[in-house]
DNA sequence: CATCAATATGGGAATGTTCCCGTAAAATGG
DNA sequence: CCATTTTACGGGAACATTCCCATATTGATG
């Protein structure tokens, strides 16, 4: 069980040097003589000597290591969010290690302290839609170790955050579907727990408003974004007396679950009833009729983060900015609209 | 920027207590007195007290870590197979950190060397569609940490693997075109470095001969899963004097491809050509017309792999055992085919 | 009241590395 | 050829924790 490992006082010792010396040619030090530093390369790429990060991480209390929480794991979405984070933190030194909180607020909790405990030296983080209490996050701050937050944030907490123009996408979204002609348009929206909900909940409401649609407030719903539930309220929506004839949903899996739905009924899209999404998924350009939405920049949101993060790392705490990073949001009209 | 961390000393300071009580007080040491033990728990509490778990890693040689090497990012099924392992590794302790090879070699070794600095216990890798050479994975062999492939492996090593039945799966999607009357079945096949590739092509061929179609070279086309030349090949196919009738690519994101070039085309799916893909991405049930393919157990692919390989580091060296653990496809029949 | 056992606590080594501080040997300068 | 500088290397502390061994205190038992 207990293998040893090589370590630089192995190499030291068949050299006749000490671990000093050796430490010195690892690390790329001058003042060692070319025959020495020669010996020493020789014989650690012979013995597949590897630096053990961990005393090196112990020791300068900074393990390079950046953690990220993410809520779910099923959409593209943050994975490709991840990826874009990746990019830059192997660029710039850092590892990455994932936490997946599941959506639950207990499993967020646990994650950060698995993150402590690992001694991650900053933190991006996604919320659970439950999460309400953000003491788990403040902890961070007074152990000076940066947070930024991406998609889902914390509004209370003043640290950097990167998010894309909720507002702006929701209400071009639903702009143009009035263009389109539509008069009743429904949203399914998200929990108001979350910013981004509330954000295009609000594009939508002033969008109405600017072209003189009364807001219905029947054709709101507000759900918890367990896609399974969508059948619910769109069999609702269909059955009220004066029905829809436009959903603009809070994001693409809503949407595409709908539009499912409302071709198994048998009604038109966009003819009898026209579908918005919003983020692009990979799924959304291929579905039929493919989704109008709203795209977001995914890879350069999860970059941005980890750049901002970066940043945080290197500043000392008492220069710590709270930029917000608001990235564009386009408009992708396809078919279903 | 040396900020202080919160330590066992320090408790034991404030409290008169030496390291050695507190740390029994924290790891639930029997032998300490109740009064004790609630002073520690209460000021560690107050303190955010976090174990440091990079010591403890170095003290034990063992850092509760696994590492997990994918090729790629972009379709959803190694999101899904690190999300699967991500499960199994948290129920038993371990954290996972992530390398992304990006389909290069140079990529794949320097992520191995990553994984050894930061001592990883052991190791999931899916090959890069590169990797013909192995000596950067042998040395995690000699050094007695373990290895799990899945997905692409390394036919040569000697350790456990977690695959599907690509033969069967490959031969079943064919008899299936064959049944479906289809007579000139082309195969966009993955390059040959990869054992899945050759795996999915002899069954390809085995379905053709059990059923006496001659089998067309002409219509066998290798490439390397850069998905901007699907396009090349299938015009190609699509312009032979005697083009094929149905179309079985090594996966979904390749199938998805030349369904819609097949589709702006002006040709009938699956009248005049049939198209069946490999793995049963999200888009493919989406897609129109929905698209038949071979479903793998993706995350059970990822949560298997961890698994062994957890079992695999509790085992002494000399009881290391090289399962390959071969999950069951499923043809699911949509109106492609 | 002496002896012994049990209970609670302290001391110190060990994990692998870096870096500062010495210092011997070699090289340079007059 | 001696003094001084440079070069090359060694010794040891520090990082946070655990765990073994030692020891002081308490209580029980004869």
Redesign the pocket.
């Known amino acids: 069980m207990k293998r040893h490992?090589i370590?630089?006082?192995d190499i030291a010792e068949k050299l006749?040097?000490?671990?000093?010396?050796v430490?010195r040619v690892?690390?790329g030090h001058p003042?060692?003589?070319e025959?020495?530093r020669k010996a020493v390369l020789e014989l650690a790429e012979q013995l597949d000597y590897q630096?053990?990060m961990l005393?090196?991480s112990?020791?300068n209390?900074k393990s390079n290591t950046i953690g990220i929480i993410v809520p779910e794991f099923i959409s593209s979405y943050f994975p490709q969010v991840i990826m874009g984070a990746q990019e830059v933190a192997a660029k710039e030194g850092y590892n990455i290690i994932i936490g997946h909180s599941n959506e639950t607020y207990e499993t967020e909790v646990a994650n950060t302290r698995l993150m402590l405990a690992n001694q991650v030296d900053g933190l991006l983080v996604s919320l659970t839609k439950e999460t309400r209490n953000f003491d788990h996050l403040k902890v961070f701050e007074r152990k000076g170790i940066p947070i930024v937050f991406f998609n889902r944030v914390c509004e209370d907490m003043n640290v950097p955050k990167v998010v894309v123009d909720d507002y702006e996408g929701a209400f071009r979204a639903v702009e143009h579907l009035i263009k389109r002609k539509k008069k009743r348009i429904a949203h399914l929206a998200g929990p108001d727990t979350l910013p981004i909900s509330v954000k295009r909940l609000r594009g939508y409401r002033d969008a109405l408003k600017k072209y003189n649609i009364p807001i219905d407030e029947e054709l709101i719903i507000p759900y918890d974004l367990t896609i399974a539930k969508v059948k619910i309220y769109v069999n609702h929506l269909l059955r009220l007396d004066n029905p829809p004839d436009a959903i603009f949903a809070i994001n693409d899996p809503t949407a595409i679950e709908a539009l499912q739905i409302v071709k198994k009924k048998g009604l038109q899209v966009p003819k009898d009833i026209a579908i918005v999404g919003f983020s692009n998924d990979y799924a959304s350009g291929l579905i039929e009729p493919s989704l109008t939405t709203v795209s977001q920049p995914v890879k350069e949101i999860g970059s941005t983060a980890a750049q901002l993060l970066v940043d945080q790392i290197n500043r000392d705490i008492s220069e710590w900015k709270s930029i917000i990073r608001v990235l564009k949001t386009e408009l992708i009209v396809r078919k279903s609209s």
């Open positions: 490992q370590t630089i006082v006749n040097l000490s671990k000093s010396t430490s690892l690390t003042s060692v003589s025959k020495t630096r053990n005393s090196i112990l020791l209390k």
